[in-house]
């Protein structure tokens, strides 16, 4: 946003989001599920206290492990904290999610010395860099292993029903206690669990001690990865006549055909009849179908049931009308209600050939973007209104796919990507078939097979065995599991090497990184094997950076720096949308990431360049490229800023997809140039003060205009928000006394929240920043700083926000909580 105009200032001070009050606990799958009645599921977020225990010190670390005897009786695990009678009065409240990673301070730990500059590794990585610098791991025994204790309050009947604690996802390696026992351990820093606490609850007043271990001593990727309780947890109750979790399987297609799955488990030592009534319902909640079945159930056993129905005239599930039908599961035991399951579907058809992807018959390109969970401020606990607003990012930029690189979404990304209309790529962290890996990925599969959003399952990425004859066979075992979980969608795998050989042979779809050049094998070999670009791009710039700097660590936001294995935008999409047998790609990335930050792979660079946008969500430049090709909008975006030394010869880029574009210079014309599909314009031009104009033509007519004038001192700063649910993102900008943006400004700038609100985290997209993200202050990078801030629990009333600088004009946002 080059220029202060009046709708930023109207921003500034409107009192937004009044109707947009949704509950903050109110994810997509609450909404459906909202009367489950008698089944209770409880947002288990609140109220937990935490403490670092230590990694190898038994003593800090409560007493786990004391005299090997942690599992020697169950129940007296001699952990302290487990005890009823321990005092936590020194440890911190939390919230999930929760990343205490991210509250770190960056260390340097890198694991070599950095060589002169002419000899540094450019593109090779250093461990220390790819996991951002922050004190976790084997090196950091203090701060890489964390408890979570909380009271659990149970109710006057509970001891009757089945109780069990959904996590969403904890990193890494957990063990879960209720009062001293060990329920539960659970490896994968990317797999939700669940476990069953029934059995173990107090039924007395003693009081019920939940307490989790997290150690993230070990990592899972090359790449940052949080620690703790990064998502959601959730107390279930249910009878104990109960449909499990993920318990139904809906396939449907588009003549209108549904089969609904749903497991009924009868943990009771009596064998029952009862009625399984499954009602579907369309978007607008009226009842489309009713299928009632009655089920036997043995004694401590689980049934299968299968109903189907014919739906007249479905509505599909589209990107442009992501519409969802749900299905209440109801299981009925001598007429009266026992338990209630809720689950959404979208009825679509997913067509893959080897020269053209089809979504409801429609042939489309894979506009995609690859992204690791992680935002600025909040580290990999985003909060589920931040998850939505980063999508949202996305699909304005008119990408219709995301790849869960390279783990496992969390259930909320996908209930949002069903919601909005986004097509998934969901993957396997482990590429084995151990029991662990086998394991991952039916959880994978099991929790993400209803979401019409998923069109694709990957196997892995860029793993070591690939192209090989062992590779081949843990393919086999993992795709054969796949298949008998779920029949109707195609497994994929990202191969940078060995493509046409090793697990080719196992994959429907086949996914290139990067190596077009390497599809020779699979062309010849295979040649009806549809192959989707899994990684392109790699493209590497920094926001508001139009030049490279070997001192700061930038690279210039111009389209023109990729690593050796990568492309330029400019060298990816127009070859993938000119060939048919690419059926389009994913982009590494969406979002800059902690870690990875090529190519300047030491200290103190702490994110990635790879994103189309910044850490923060801030688009750079290449996000109009893909604006003005991918979106049916029209773009014409301007750059750079214009606050050069006199004299410099400087590139002036536009990316527009007008017919054609003329740019002035203070009003003089230096030429008008027709616009060639999926390419930019440029013109090189001496700097002079003042003000660069560029007019979009379309049929011979102006249609659109772009300036960027020459920005004087620092003078004000600018607040602006959206909400989500919850969560409120703020962007404060910095303006010259005209309202023109100061390109290059770096003001602190500190955030003061009046009313039921608070700042959970801060950012400004720099990659080398080592300011904190916890924080109410932030220095603009390039002129832009952000804040997310949440509306607290149950507050109600007004929320002030302030943004304000030393010696600038300072700007308010109200919102009605
Ligand atoms: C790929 C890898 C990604 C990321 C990317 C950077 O090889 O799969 O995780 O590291 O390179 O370009």
Redesign the pocket.
């Known amino acids: 946003m080059a220029q202060l105009n009046r709708r930023h200032l109207l921003q500034g001070t409107a009192v937004l989001g009044a109707g947009l009050a949704l509950r903050p606990d109110m994810s997509a799958a609450m909404r459906v599920a909202d009367d489950l009645a008698p089944r209770q599921r409880i947002l288990f977020d609140h109220d937990w206290k935490f403490a670092f225990g230590h990694a190898f010190d038994i003593a800090r670390d409560f007493g786990f492990g004391g005299f090997q005897s942690t599992f020697a009786k169950q129940g007296l695990s001699g952990v302290t904290a487990a005890e009823a009678d321990y005092d936590d009065s020194t440890w911190r409240a939390v919230d999930l999610p929760h990343d205490w990673a991210v509250e770190l301070p960056f260390v340097n730990n890198d694991t070599y010395s950095l060589p002169a500059p002419d000899k540094r590794r450019e593109y090779e990585e250093d461990e220390a860099a790819a996991h951002g610098y922050k004190p976790v791991g084997r090196k950091f025994p203090e701060t890489s292993v964390g408890w979570y204790r909380k009271v659990l309050k149970l109710e006057k009947g509970d001891e009757l029903k089945r109780l069990t604690l959904e996590f969403g996802g904890v990193f890494r390696n957990s063990t879960v206690f209720l009062n001293g026992y060990i329920l539960n351990q659970h490896e994968s820093g990317y797999t939700p669990f669940e476990v069953d606490i029934s059995n173990f609850i107090n039924t007395d007043d003693k009081p019920n001690i939940l307490l989790v271990r997290v150690d993230a001593s070990l990592g899972e990727g090359?790449?940052y990865e949080g620690a703790g309780i990064y998502r959601h947890v959730w107390l279930v109750k249910t009878a104990r006549t109960y449909v499990p979790q993920w318990g139904t399987y809906i396939k449907s297609d588009i003549s209108g055909a549904v089969d609904i799955e749903t497991r009924i488990v009868n943990a009771t030592d009596a064998d029952k009849t009862v009625t399984l009534l499954s009602t579907i319902s369309d978007g607008d909640g009226k009842a489309v179908g009713r299928l009632e079945m009655p089920v036997v159930l043995a004694a401590q056993a689980e049934a299968t049931v299968n109903q189907t129905t014919k739906l007249t005239e479905p509505r599909l599930w589209g990107l442009k009308d992501p519409h969802l039908y749900s299905v209440r599961s109801e299981i009925i035991e001598a007429g009266a209600v026992v338990d209630v399951f809720a689950s959404t579907f979208g009825v679509r058809e997913v067509v893959f050939k080897v020269d053209g992807f089809f979504l409801n018959g429609e042939a489309m390109k894979i506009k995609g973007t690859n992204n690791h969970q992680d935002h600025a401020g909040v580290g990999s606990a985003i909060p589920d209104g931040l998850q939505i607003w980063r999508l949202q990012q996305l699909k304005e930029m008119g990408s219709n796919a995301y790849r869960a690189?390279?783990n496992p979404a969390t259930s909320e990304l996908l209930e949002a990507c069903d919601r909005l209309g986004i097509l998934v790529l969901d993957e396997t962290r482990l590429m084995t078939s151990t029991p662990e890996g086998l394991g991952q990925l039916e959880t994978l599969i099991r929790r993400g097979r209803n979401h019409p959003s998923i069109i694709l399952w990957s196997i892995g990425?860029?793993e070591p065995q690939q192209g090989t004859p062992r590779g081949a066979k843990i393919a086999r075992d993992m795709v054969r599991l796949v298949k008998r979980l779920d029949p109707t969608r195609k497994v994929t795998a990202?191969m940078?090497n060995g493509q046409g050989y090793g697990i080719t042979a196992s994959l429907d779809v086949l996914g290139v990184?990067y190596y077009v050049t390497r599809l020779g094998p699979v062309r010849e070999k295979y040649p009806n094997l549809p192959v989707v670009g899994t990684?392109t791009a790699?493209t590497l710039t920094t926001r508001g950076e139009y030049e490279r700097s070997e001192s700061k660590l930038y690279v210039p936001a111009y389209d023109v720096t990729a690593?050796k294995?990568?492309h330029t935008a400019e060298n990816w999409w127009p070859l993938y949308n000119a060939t048919p047998n690419l059926l389009g790609g994913f982009v590494?990335t969406g979002f800059d990431y902690r870690g990875?930050p090529?190519p300047f792979n030491w200290w103190p660079s702490v994110t990635s360049h790879?994103g189309i946008m910044d850490l923060c969500g801030f688009p750079k430049d290449n996000f109009w490229y893909y604006q003005a090709w991918w979106s049916d909008k029209p773009v014409l975006h301007l750059f750079p800023h214009w606050n050069w030394e006199s004299g410099k010869d400087v590139a002036v880029w536009v990316h527009s997809n007008c017919e054609a574009v003329e740019l002035f210079v203070n009003g003089k014309s230096v030429g008008r140039k027709d616009v060639v599909k999926d390419l930019h314009l440029e013109w090189t031009v001496p700097y002079q003060p003042g003000k660069i104009t560029a007019y979009g033509y379309k049929g011979g007519k102006v249609v659109m205009k772009a300036e960027r004038k020459t920005a004087g001192a620092p003078a004000r700063v600018v607040l602006t928000s959206e909400r989500v649910q919850d969560i409120v993102m703020l962007k404060a900008e910095v303006f010259d006394k005209d309202g023109v943006a100061v390109p290059k400004a770096d003001n602190l700038i500190f955030f003061d929240v009046e009313g039921p609100a608070e700042v959970i985290g801060v950012g400004n997209g720099n990659p080398t920043s080592h300011e904190p993200d916890k924080a109410l202050y932030r220095k603009t990078f390039n002129g832009l700083a952000q804040a997310i801030v949440q509306m607290k629990r149950g507050g109600s009333g007004t929320v002030t926000i302030t943004a304000r600088s030393e010696g600038l004009a300072s700007s308010k946002v109200t919102l009605k909580v």
């Open positions: 090359w790449f690189s390279h990425n860029e990202a940078n990184n990684e790699s690593p294995w990568g590494w990875e090529t790879f």
